[in-house]
């Protein structure tokens, strides 16, 4: 009964490919234009193309700073933590860059500074609002992945960011302080932590050189 309702001249539009089914899974020209304009934006971030990347920054209203690659979830600020470039990272941050988003492992960039011992990145990340004892799958913080890895100085940057050491993690259990007073090798860490970072001078973030990459006129 619905379908006298409709009239031929929406049926020939139909079969000549003028009008698509409803799920046909065609991608609007808008959305082809941002997937667009979100992979080259990456890619100028990738290939440290200052002026390229401006282009999509200037852009009124536009959000692309916090796109993801579509294959592994990473942000810019993923991509320039790989390659411990804390002259980009700031730029982004400036940028408006939300230094809480997580890739498809759910790694967030604070926790890849970790990782890396990028402790500079550490830093200014903390400085701009990253959520510290933010977790991945494993219910790990960046702090419990410093003291895994050791990393003394991570651990106390990230202490003093006010990093919770008795926060425990979903697969076993164990907090940042529990897993540095299980471990015989670090004996410097449990310190720092009992000293809740306060072991020595706090270390001031380097300044950022700019110099590479261009601010809109």
Do not use: C
Not at 22 to 32: H, I, K, R
Not at 80 to 85: C, H, L, N, S, T
Not at 144 to 151: D, E, G, S, T
């Amino acid at each position: 009964m619905g379908h006298r309702l409709l009239k031929k001249p929406f049926f020939l539009a139909l079969a000549a490919g003028l009008i698509l089914p409803m799920g046909a899974g065609v991608v609007a020209p808008a959305a082809q234009a941002q997937f667009s304009d979100s992979y080259n934006f990456l890619k100028a971030v990738r290939e440290r193309k200052g002026e390229e990347a401006e282009k999509f920054l200037a852009q009124p209203g536009t959000v692309i700073i916090n796109t993801r690659d579509n294959s592994t979830g990473e942000t810019a600020l993923h991509i320039v933590i790989q390659r411990r470039d804390a002259s980009w990272l700031g730029y982004l941050l400036q940028k408006g860059a939300n230094p809480n988003l997580a890739d498809k492992k759910g790694t967030t960039p604070l926790m890849l500074a970790t990782q890396l011992g990028f402790i500079d990145g550490i830093d200014w990340l903390s400085r701009k609002k990253a959520q510290i004892d933010q977790t991945n799958r494993a219910g790990e913080t960046a702090l419990i992945l410093a003291v895994q890895l050791r990393n003394a100085e991570a651990v106390r940057v990230l202490l003093k960011a006010g990093a919770n050491p008795d926060k425990k993690d979903s697969r076993a259990g164990y907090s940042a302080r529990d897993y540095a007073l299980q471990d015989g090798r670090a004996s410097a860490i449990v310190a720092i932590i009992e000293n809740n970072g306060k072991t020595d001078a706090a270390k001031k973030p380097a300044e950022l050189d700019f110099s590479g990459i261009s601010e809109p006129k």
